[in-house]
C-alpha cells in the first residue's frame, strides 16, 4: 500500500537476498507475482524495474541497519539495497519501465530483478498485492523458529495443483 500524498519512496534492492539471508533459501529459483488493486498511474508510485537487470545476480552492495529486525524488510528503509549510482549506470543501458495499469493487471518478474518504486504525490492511494512462488526443493534452511512471519516467508510448503475448474481458452464463450 501506498498511501495518497505521503507514500515515499522505496530504494534500488533485489528481493532475492532477503529470503537468502534471513531465511536461508540456496537457491534464486523464485517468481514474483504482482496485481494492480487500484490504478497505478505515473503520479501514484508506481513500480519501477531495470530491464534485464535480473541476469546480473546479485548487485545489492548497502546494507542498512536503521530499521531492525524484519521490520527493515518492508520498509522505506529497506535492509539490502542497491547504490543509486549503480542503478543509474544500469538504466542508462536499459531505461526503467514503470508498472502502471487498472485494477487487476499482472506483473509477473524475477525476484533478482533490481527495482524500486515511485513517491505517491497524488491523491489517490496506490495498493498492490505483491507475493511470491518459491520450488518445493528449495526450502528454507534456518531454523523454524528463526523464520521471518509468515508473509515474508511461509511455512506452508505443499507444491501447487492445478485445476480444471476454469478453463482461460473458455474465456468467452
Ligand atoms: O510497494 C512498493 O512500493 C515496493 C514494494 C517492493 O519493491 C517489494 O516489496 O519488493
Not at 508510485?45 to 518492508?74: A, E, F, Q, R
Request: with cysteine.
Amino acid at each position: 500500500m501506498k498511501a495518497k500524498e505521503v507514500g515515499e519512496k522505496w530504494p534500488w534492492h533485489q528481493d532475492y537476498i532477503y529470503w537468502r539471508k534471513e531465511d536461508g533459501l540456496l537457491k534464486p529459483n523464485l517468481l514474483n507475482v504482482a496485481i494492480l488493486l487500484s490504478p497505478v498511474t505515473m503520479q501514484n508510485g508506481p513500480l519501477c524495474l531495470i530491464p534485464k537487470s535480473h541476469k546480473l545476480g546479485c548487485m545489492t552492495n548497502v546494507l542498512n541497519d536503521k530499521v531492525p529486525g524484519w521490520n527493515g524488510n518492508v520498509s522505506v528503509d529497506l535492509t539490502y539495497q542497491i547504490e543509486p549510482d549503480t542503478a543509474t549506470q544500469l538504466m542508462k543501458k536499459n531505461p526503467v519501465t514503470h508498472f502502471i495499469g487498472m485494477p487487476g493487471d499482472v506483473m509477473f518478474f524475477d525476484p533478482m530483478t533490481i527495482h524500486s518504486s515511485e513517491l505517491n504525490k497524488s491523491d489517490m492511494n496506490r495498493d498492490i498485492f505483491l507475493f511470491t512462488y518459491n520450488t518445493v526443493d528449495n526450502l528454507p534452511t534456518v531454523n523454524k523458529d528463526r523464520l521471518r512471519p509468515d508473509f515474508l516467508c511461509s511455512r506452508k510448503h505443499a507444491p501447487l495443483e492445478t485445476s480444471n475448474q476454469f478453463n482461460i481458452l473458455d474465456w468467452n464463450k
